[in-house]
């Protein structure tokens, strides 16, 4: 299992099961008369955490997986390797502090909202609105978000007839150190195709002057 495994299983778990979340920042669980103390150093350094696991092996050295929040964000840490418990726990308090300290969550979209428009052929409209369909939340460098790129990639003209809801583009984003997000653009409108007249017409206008849509 890797660390983004690890981490998208502890999101999964925050989100999916909130009714047993809560039991990851139990200083102390006792079963059966047994008593056992939780060994995440987090929780009795950092207000903030709440979750979720430690771990060691000889090869793999000491091990956390943590979370914490404030104000309303939520990050999720994955670290290992380090050589003893101290170094763990001062590791993921630095990291988990440098994430909050330098990092923003950024809603670069709406669902609904109408991203660019893309070129149609020889339909009654000459262009058409891009829309994506979900929301748009990123948690980005503050630096890196000034050096964010956004691009939208399609095949066009697009031949109408287009259909509202018809997928038509990829809204790429990309930043520094994080895979490219890639994610579906679909038509906002119908745009219905010209008839054979006017076919004819958008076809010379675009050899003159390359429109290729009713104007």
């Known amino acids: 299992m890797t660390a983004r495994d690890l981490a998208t299983l502890s999101q999964r778990i925050v989100t999916e099961f909130p009714e047993y ?18 060994r995440n150093p987090l929780l009795y350094s950092m207000s ?12 793999g050295g000491y091990g956390l997986v943590a979370s914490a929040v404030q104000k309303d964000r939520r990050l999720v840490l994955v670290l290992n390797g380090l050589k003893s418990n101290r170094a ?3 590791e993921g308090e630095r990291l988990l502090n440098y994430g909050f300290r330098n990092f923003s969550v950024y809603s670069l979209f709406k669902a609904g909202d109408v991203v660019d428009s893309a070129n149609v052929w020889l339909g009654v409209d ?10 748009v939340v990123l948690s980005l460098n503050r630096q890196d978000r000034r050096k964010m790129k956004v691009k939208i990639i399609y095949d066009g003209p697009i031949p109408a007839p287009v259909v509202k809801g ?12 994080m895979k490219p997000v890639t994610l579906p653009l679909v038509a906002g409108a119908d745009i219905a195709k010209l008839g054979g007249v006017a076919r004819l017409k958008a076809a010379f206008n675009y050899l003159l002057m390359g429109s290729a849509g009713s104007e």
Request: zero cysteines.
């Open 21 to 38: 979340y809560p039991m990851f920042k139990e200083k102390k669980f006792t079963f059966n008369d047994i008593s056992q103390t939780n």
């Open 166 to 177: 018809q997928p038509i583009a990829t809204l790429e984003i990309s930043a520094r150190d």
């Open 88 to 90: 763990r726990a001062r």
């Open 126 to 135: 000459g262009k058409v609105p891009l829309i994506i369909k979900d929301d």
């Open 48 to 59: 903030s955490a709440d979750g979720l696991k430690t771990g060691h092996t000889e090869k």
